[in-house]
């Protein structure tokens, strides 16, 4: 959380920066003392959001402050500061539960800072490690919600293509013949594929809690805002497990219902009309049931 002296520090560095004369200054001129003061406004209000738990008020607040100035010597101590305050307050609004757009929003945002940064003083002046971080997290986040989305999105124009006709004649007695073989394959490749995406999200959601016990244990001394040295691991480690604990959890039902559906559909061919099998759906369960006339 951004503490009031850091504040107080910014704005000696914003009185500081307004008495300077640099050479450039015809090419690239300073920020004027009207666009300081309006700097200024929009970083405290934004602190006042940031305190309020408004985080990302608080970041459309700092981000307007920052824009305020240019990508020059004098204020890029004045724009890192505001920027790594709006990392950590990205860190702390965007839990488990943050949308698509919310995680696509921030990473473009920390995008363009450093790579207005890198234009401005070269790629042997080094990037701030927090922003780097925060902003290597977040995209591993958005990677595996874009991955998850594109798993439950149709593919563009399948529903206006139209099946092809039936040929006359056998071909029906050939459809049917793969239905009750090749079906059953596919149903059964699926299933399986659900079962490992079922292990895929119980192994991501022990080893998320492990990774967050050793993060929570007071031995490690670990700090959520700006973990360092191991605890940054355990930090990107947690983050990665649970992204792929989500994608598990997202294609296991999937994957689940489609291979019953098939299974049914072979079964049926297979067991003619004096059987009907069925799914069978409970609460952690998901099989089928068998019924016959006689």
């Known amino acids: ?59 459309a607040l700092w981000i307007t402050a920052a824009a305020r100035l240019p990508e020059v010597t004098p204020h890029r101590q004045h724009r890192l500061a505001v920027y790594q305050y709006v990392a950590d307050a990205y860190a702390r609004a965007l839990t488990d539960e943050a949308t698509l757009d919310a995680l696509d929003a921030a990473v473009a945002a920390l995008d363009a800072y450093c790579e207005g940064f890198t234009r401005a003083y070269g790629t042997e002046t080094p990037l701030d490690p927090k922003i780097d971080r925060i902003r290597g997290d977040l995209r591993l986040r958005l990677d595996a919600a874009r991955a998850s989305r594109a798993q439950l999105d149709p593919v563009p124009g399948s529903q206006t293509r139209r099946p092809p006709p ?60 700006q973990p360092q040295g191991q605890c940054a691991d355990l930090y990107a480690d947690g983050q990665r497990t649970n992204a792929m604990a989500i994608a598990g959890a997202v294609m296991a039902p999937l994957l689940l219902a489609g291979g019953t559906t098939l299974l049914v559909l072979g079964l049926r061919r297979r067991a003619g009309t004096r059987h009907a099998l069925a799914p069978a759906l409970a609460p952690g369960f998901v099989g089928l049931r068998l019924g016959g006339r006689f």
Request: include cysteine.
């Open 166 to 225: 039936l040929a006359p004649g056998p071909a029906p007695r050939t459809w049917k013949g793969l239905t009750s073989g090749g079906v059953l394959v596919g149903g059964g490749v699926l299933i399986g594929l659900g079962l490992g995406a079922v292990a895929l999200a119980a192994a991501g959601a022990i080893r998320g809690k492990d990774l967050e016990a050793r993060f929570d244990d007071p031995a490690n001394a670990c700090d959520l805002a």
């Open 1 to 59: 959380m951004p503490h009031p002296h850091l504040r107080l520090r910014l704005v000696a560095l914003l009185a500081a920066a307004s008495l300077l004369c640099p050479q450039d200054v015809r090419a690239t001129p300073p920020a004027s003392r009207e666009e300081m003061a309006a700097f200024e406004a929009d970083f405290t209000a934004g602190q006042a959001s940031f305190d309020r738990g408004e985080y990302l008020a608080a970041v």
